[in-house]
């Protein structure tokens, strides 16, 4: 199939979950010799290039603003599409469904397939306006592609309750390669085991500043990492480095990508998720798959995905952390067993080559197999 994915930043990947969906499926959906296609924004991937791994990657124009660059660039790749006749293409984010129409703008039969992902319109970032737009999206995702895709089966069961739609749920894999060059770790002065760490973008909903007030109160030399970054959100970043100033056992080096992200994660003493919007979320499915004992923020989307290969704490009550992560760390051995629980958990229920047949199949228009099927334990 000739197949295009469009509503990301690109390829390789430099920001969240859709950047990491884009990698992994293009590069393997071209691996078993499918032409593809991704869509990119200039000055938002780590290595601007017109071939990636095997996948074309396509620039479009957009607008730098926090409210126009996600749609802006879902218009120019959709334009742009549309003169290329794909068999199918990816639309990523619900908040692009008004461009799924456009790659069969000159008449072309291409199949368009929507990942909506979460709930967008409940980030605290978004003004009114912005969560209206994306709750109107989700009326229009359940309409203008021919298939809705969606990460977790908490989302799935929202958009069939509320909208009657039916989706096909596709989750993330969690299966990345042993790291082999540590020189990160050395280059942030820590050790294998000697710090905890936290992904994700800085938002408010991600939670980051509740995460550094929480490790006031986890005694300890080992370090915090909070490995991350977002654009249009230099006020909430610049609190949050307020908060981690405080506390001299605090890390903030900014977002880390590739070979460097491994190595953190594979080497972290435990993980912290912290986010209270969204499906699954690639940066705990990575961590699980990688062994490490995981602390999740309490919501229906993260036990979904943790199960019983998690601690489960209340971002609003920062204190539960703080407890849970004190006594994990004194606790080696309980370390060690939670971690397995996880790894086993990614392995049965996150792999990528399920994924990538999963959206072959859906792409090619048949029902996808190979996805575990036996339920959660929650």
């Not at 790291?179 to 085991?193: A, F, H, K, W, Y």
């Not at 004194?330 to 080559?353: F, K, Q």
């Amino acid at each position: 199939m000739r197949v295009a994915i469009l509503g990301t930043r690109g390829v390789p990947a430099a920001y969240g979950g859709f950047e990491t969906l884009a990698e992994e499926l293009s590069v393997r959906l071209a691996a078993r010799g499918h032409d593809v296609t991704v869509y990119a924004r200039r000055g938002a991937v780590r290595e601007e290039t017109a071939a990636f791994r095997g996948v074309r990657v396509v620039f479009t124009p957009t607008v730098r603003h926090k409210y126009l660059d996600t749609a802006v660039h879902g218009v120019t790749s959709g334009l742009h599409a549309a003169a290329e006749g794909y068999d199918a293409v990816l639309v990523c984010n619900a908040a692009n469904a008004l461009a799924c129409r456009l790659p069969r703008l000159l008449g072309s039969s291409t199949r368009i397939l929507l990942n909506v992902d979460g709930l967008e319109r409940n980030r605290r970032k978004w003004n009114r306006a912005g969560r209206a737009v994306y709750a109107i999206s989700e009326r229009l995702s359940c309409v203008l592609p021919d298939v809705v895709v969606t990460d977790a089966k908490e989302i799935r069961r929202y958009y069939l309750s509320r909208y009657g739609q039916a989706s096909a749920y596709v989750p993330y894999g969690s299966d990345l390669p042993a790291p082999d060059d540590l020189s990160v770790l050395s280059r942030l002065g820590v050790e294998p085991g000697g710090y905890v760490l936290y992904v994700s973008r800085f938002e408010p909903e991600n939670n980051p500043d509740a995460v550094v007030r929480a490790y006031r109160d986890v005694p300890g030399e080992r370090r915090l990492l909070l490995v991350g970054s977002a654009p249009y959100a230099e006020g909430f970043i610049a609190r949050v480095r307020e908060e981690a100033a405080r506390d001299a056992r605090v890390l903030l080096p900014g977002a880390i990508y590739a070979e460097g992200y491994r190595a953190l994660l594979a080497n972290a003493a435990a993980y912290v998720h912290a986010t209270e919007v969204g499906g699954t979320h690639p940066a705990l499915v990575e961590a699980m798959g990688y062994g490490r004992p995981v602390l999740v923020h309490d919501t229906p989307e993260n036990r979904e995905v943790a199960g019983e290969g998690a601690l489960y704490w209340d971002a609003r009550r920062p204190g539960t952390l703080a407890r849970l992560l004190a006594g994990l760390l004194a606790d080696g051995p309980r370390r060690e067993s939670l971690g397995a629980v996880a790894r086993r958990r990614a392995r049965d229920l996150y792999r990528w080559d399920d994924v990538t047949t999963a959206y072959e199949a859906l792409l090619g228009g048949r029902t996808p197999t190979g996805l575990p099927s036996r339920p959660q334990a929650c």
